[in-house]
């Protein structure tokens, strides 16, 4: 085949994935503005989103933190920095492996359930069902779950993720490498900005769209039974993770390049 | 009865790719009138009732509903014209998360028209009215026999009294007895509650049963319609095969012969 005509036909394709993209993210976006608006699944979706991925999301920030103060502590060693452990855990989980983990695992959690589900409500004609009871799927199925994941990022489950792995580093550090609590706690609330936090919880909301999105998009779009059901499954949390990583490094260049 | 026909389509074409589904379908449906299409499997009986219902967008075409066309119209008259409308799907299509009496009231529900405890007596009145005892109701859609799921289909799609009400092969896949029941419950519902039928079926004992007027639908255009008596004499050499079930005539099925 003739090389140009692979290239336009790939060039052809990524345009139009991504502009059917942006035509359903405006589309559900435009949803979320005007009522009816469904309460209870709003509710029922913040439920299953944020509540039920704390214990994940705990354990993951709990051994990274752990993990961080045990290798900073090492590698500090080399040039007698071993005081500045504090200060890099606390950074280091919030500004980056706070939302970044936290957005992984919720990608694989959420993302997943979401297209399955949506997906097999498709391929089963039940989104069809929806509109002939006069029900606007984008209403009903995905404004909630882009609005309560764009929600629980930040304000449930990152947050969490920042104390929890500060946490397992502060346990580590006093526990087993003899650093004194209180002044642990003090270095950490000194050199702690409230820049640092607020990039934390933008990076979460971002994240939190992008999972949800992709959840929504894939699953919506899916066809062809259940092996279609499972390709939307896995497009949509490999293109979540890929969408979290490319937007972190977008939102770190925007609050910290200087 | 008034001289508008209910659903007036004229020159429908809807093609997938390069493949032509639906070539040039003209058909009216007068108010009151119950009419069935017949036709083989895969002829776009199903695909014509999704665009009827403006779940799939024809190419080009007219689809008049009360004289009004529905063709580009925008989301609000959407809406409006959908509420019209009650659909039993092929595969019943009730929404799996939720237990039969939320899928009977959804509508209601979800345009917030009912509570949900007024929404549970109406559910249980409607399962009754289609032979379902009031334990079925919560039950999840997952707990019912085949039988039992077209019957909440049935149950779902007139729940919101609508003007119009499709059948998508109401009896396929059941037993002749609970056929002939469906078959009975699809007459009484519609003579009862007055509202014009659009009924799609392989089923010739169901044609006779329900049908005002029959249309016989092969290569994406209407070949014959007319009266239900008229069908044994329709001197249409096509009908004829059909009703009959013969392999041998002027309709090729594509299988392919070793
Ligand atoms: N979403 C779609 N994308 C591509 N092709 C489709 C789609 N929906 C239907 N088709 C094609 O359109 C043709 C008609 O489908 P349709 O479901 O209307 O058949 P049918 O007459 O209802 O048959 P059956 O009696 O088996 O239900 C089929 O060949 C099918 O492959
Ligand atoms: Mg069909």
Known sequence: ?258 | MTDTPKISLKGLHKQFGPKIVLDSIDLDIMPGESMVIIGGSGSGKSVTLKCILGLLHPQSGSIKVDGEETIGMGRKDRKRIQEKFGMLFQGAALFDSLPVWENVTFGLLAAGKAKRREAKEIAIENLRSVGLSPDVAHLSPAELSGGMQKRVGLARAIASKPEIIFFDEPTTGLDPIMADVINELIVERVKEMGVTALTITHDMSSVRKIADKVAMIYKGNIIWSGPRNDIDNSGNAYVEQFIHGRAEGPIQMEVLKA
């Open chain 1, 1 to 258: 085949m003739n090389f140009l005509a692979v290239i336009g036909r790939i060039t052809f394709g990524f345009l139009q994935a991504t502009g059917r993209l942006g035509v359903f993210a405006g589309t559900a976006i435009s949803h979320m503005a005007a009522p009816p608006f469904y309460f209870r699944s709003l509710l029922q979706q913040m439920m299953t989103i944020g509540y039920y991925s704390l214990p994940v999301v705990g354990l993951t920030a709990l051994f990274t933190g752990a993990a961080l103060a045990l290798n900073i502590y090492e590698g500090g060693s080399r040039f007698n920095a071993e005081s500045a452990l504090p200060t890099i855990v606390v950074i280091g989980i919030v500004r980056e492996l706070g939302p970044v983990l936290c957005g992984l695992i919720v990608a694989g959690r959420v993302s997943a359930s979401m297209a399955a589900e949506i997906g097999t409500m498709r391929v089963t004609e039940q989104i069809d069902a929806m509109s002939t009871l006069s029900t606007d799927p984008f209403k009903y199925l995905i404004a909630p779950r882009i609005v309560a994941t764009t929600l629980m990022m930040p304000f449930m489950l990152v947050i969490v993720a920042d104390v929890i792995g500060v946490m397992g580093g502060f346990l580590i550090a006093t526990g087993k490498l003899g650093f004194n609590a209180g002044n642990y706690m003090s270095v950490t609330m000194d050199f702690l900005e409230i820049k640092d936090i607020y990039a934390s919880l933008t990076k979460a909301a971002v994240f939190g769209f992008f999972i949800s999105l992709m959840g929504c998009y894939h699953g919506y779009h899916s066809r062809g039974g259940a092996q279609g059901v499972g390709i939307a499954t896995t497009n949509a949390v490999v293109s979540a993770c890929m969408l979290i990583l490319l937007s972190n490094y977008l939102v770190t260049e925007i609050f910290f390049a200087t």
